[in-house]
């Protein structure tokens, strides 16, 4: 079947760093999202890997590895307002997209 | 960019009575729109897929007679939630893809609570 794990929640101190992962079994593969949601709020979109390798972006950087069904988002120099939960999303052979539950990443001040 | 507009935001119902929820977008045409359900910390489940001028798409176990999903026109999609009860209380949100694989707009979600 197809599955997305990722931890369900994490704590952080404001300006650290933290590195939220992700593993993924798929039916086919077309990419991975990372999105963040803030309570009651639709997702946003974070980023988008589809070949191996770091991809970074301002203070968010994610992470692939296709070969190990596995991924990574790094967020550094972390803010109170990086206080969400983090989707973790496979897109699957027929474009749709697999979700994890979520990590809930905790800032302490 | 591209926007989705959902309504209601949130809404409270009576058990028994139906709920419709609207989701619009605003610069594009959305030929296909995506209904999620997110129960508290839990993943977005995919309820159905919706697409202008024929019936829609449901996953399985999905009963397509009480989520009744309408895909009228290009801009806009209704997911009616038909004899609401407390166990349908969760967070609808939908989604309508863009030109690319990244693309994926969202609407601003409904939280439906069901007393």
């Known amino acids: 079947g197809q599955n997305i794990d990722q931890p369900t929640e994490m704590t952080a101190t404001e300006g650290a760093i933290v590195q939220i992962n992700c593993t993924y079994q798929?039916?086919?593969?077309?990419?991975l999202f990372w999105y963040q949601q803030h309570a009651g709020e639709a997702p946003t979109f974070l980023s988008y890997?589809?070949l191996d390798g770091l991809e970074e972006k301002g203070r968010f950087s994610s992470f692939l590895s296709r070969s190990k069904g596995y991924s990574y988002l790094l967020l550094k120099e972390l803010q109170m307002k990086d206080s969400a939960s983090y989707l973790c999303a496979a897109m699957d052979s027929n474009y749709q997209l697999i979700w994890g539950a979520g990590t809930k990443l905790i800032i302490k001040p | 960019g591209a926007v989705v507009s959902q309504h209601p935001s949130w809404v409270i119902c009576k058990s028994g009575t139906s709920v419709k929820i609207e989701c619009r977008s605003l610069?594009?045409?959305?030929?296909?729109m995506f209904w999620y359900r997110q129960f508290p910390k839990q993943s977005l489940m995919l309820m159905a897929t919706?697409?202008?001028?024929?019936?829609?798409?449901?996953e399985q176990g999905v009963e397509k007679d009480k989520f009744l999903i309408n895909h009228a026109s290009l801009t806009l999609s209704t997911l009616t939630v038909t004899s609401a009860h407390p166990e349908d209380s969760s967070f609808y949100i939908c989604s309508a893809p863009g030109g690319g694989v990244t693309e994926a707009f969202f609407g601003q979600g409904t939280r439906l609570t069901v007393v």
């Open positions: 919706s697409n202008e001028g024929s019936k829609a798409t449901y």
């Open positions: 610069d594009f045409q959305a030929t296909t």
């Open positions: 798929t039916s086919g593969f077309n990419g």
């Open positions: 890997n589809v």
